[in-house]
């Protein structure tokens, strides 16, 4: 038909740091655990994967309330070490709502230069897989209109840049500050 | 914190035209049939719909395979009298997966001027869910990045202008052409 | 075509005390707890609601680690007050698999010569509605087979009187003694 | 505690003849088929496995409608040349809803004098999985109490002699007659 100007799959870089998103029920102990591994968003993300150049990286897998400076310092150095073949490639930062924005302003004052947008879940996608793909779909639309360098979140619906979108604990629910 | 340049909620004009996106089973005759309503796109957009104002229209609801030159021309009439709070907000378009590209040229033959980001599913949302989602979350997140005017297919975790990507038939997968 | 014996609903009494089969997730507060109200159940029995008769009950709404000797005499006393159209209808209990045992044992001292099905899950229904419903399948299966009035527990597949099953902890599953 | 009258596992024969409850969606021609393997049983018994001897046949893998006398007969066979171990062990069949009745006929004439146990669903286990969970706990809960030999129609919360219990066409439920 016509000559495509699209490479036949799209290079993203998706950091798996934990979050509500991995929690998995532990039958044994009746506990809600962030899971230690990547088996979650390969589920997701099962239906789109033949057009997706992915390198998937594992990280700290933490409730983001246990998330510390240093655990930040490491998600931006693995930013920073992107294999060759993916250093202008967008990242996704799977990432607990609660801090969010810490991380957000973390990886800000890097000056990294690149798309970097941030999501998560308010319930695990063992529970609810809508909402967790929802915004694995937000994290994968918003990269493929290549907007400018930033870092964004991408929650509820939207996406927008880290310093005009906050949760609201109260409700619940990520909105416009 | 900052004040925010993004408005309290964002909006969007939804078109339900059906497809396999939106089939449901029938007990009673054992067939799966494109559902006469918009609860699957309610349902699956529940926790957005907060930060979403959504203007949902439903209309022909068929099988792609039934679709007509006079249902392109029903769809593109109703992108032309949008109320008029929504007339310059990002157009999503449920479809089947078979002729997504005969509407897309339709309409891009229309001279619209607007962002119109078409999906679907290969799987009904009833079966799969997660596809679903993955899709509709595609169309927000690329809508959100405020792209250039344009007909757009978001399916199988890329969003291309509708020209440069198409469905592969024999692997049921969306590629670039 | 036959004149049937059986009646043309199935008249049970189903009472909930609560446990992990009713837990879901709080995502204000990231807990997992158990629901003060019955609609797992009514959820889970939508199917088979046209031909059962059933006396739902809701009582304690507690992990059964929680339950106390009180709280066992409490479900006794509901057994003993039912509805008269009720008083020889099975009894299905639904409970934290922790205690199950304790619950039974109470329940056999007070000699109510019913016929009492003891069931739950080690998985939310909210997370696993495959094994919660395989559960009541078998209580409402075991029941209709007319057995002989006694304690039963109904788990993993069987239902075997309360003191030749019971829980091994270490594996997360339900043995014969 | 006690000394178990029961033995570790419960041995169950489960002939799997197809029917809706092992419809899958293919993507590829938009159809509803019927599986051609055993793994929805296989993955709705999950739970249920470790305290199951099963002995899992399949035969036929038929929309119901399609099903013959001479289908039937190798039904009735497979019950017939049952394993030594599981020859007196009770036999679940799953199979399609509308011809159920004929088939218990079939067996009934063939005086097997055995518990057999016929169940399905009104819709594919990949659609709901609560009503064919619940119809396969049915089954195993009626099998657990030692029934008599019969054979019997297990759905929608019941469990009957076949004579006595039939789909209600109009309806899409199961009722006595």
Chains 1, 2, 3, 4 share one sequence.
Not at 77 to 87: D, G, T
Not at 123 to 149: C, K, Q, Y
Request: glycine residues 6%.
């Amino acid at each position: 038909m016509s000559t495509s100007n699209s490479p036949s799959s799209f290079p993203v870089v998706i950091i798996n740091t934990g979050g509500t998103f991995n929690k998995r029920y532990q039958p044994l102990t009746g506990l809600l655990t962030v899971a230690n591994d990547e088996r979650t968003i390969e589920e997701l993300l099962h239906s789109a994967s033949p057009n997706l150049d992915m390198h998937l990286i594992g990280l700290i897998h933490k409730d983001s309330l246990d998330m510390t400076q240093s655990d930040r310092a490491l998600i931006c150095a693995s930013i920073r070490n992107s294999l060759p073949a993916f250093n202008s490639a967008p990242v996704i930062i799977i990432h607990g709502t609660d801090t969010m924005h810490e991380t957000a302003l973390f990886l800000d004052e890097e000056n990294l230069n690149r798309v970097i947008v941030i999501t998560g879940a308010m319930r695990p996608a063992e529970i609810d897989p809508v909402e967790a793909s929802l915004h694995l779909g937000l994290t994968l639309g918003f990269a493929a209109a290549n907007p400018p360098p930033g870092i964004y979140i991408a929650m509820h619906g939207r996406v927008l840049p880290y310093a005009e979108y906050r949760k609201n604990r109260t409700l619940g629910v990520f909105q416009t500050t």
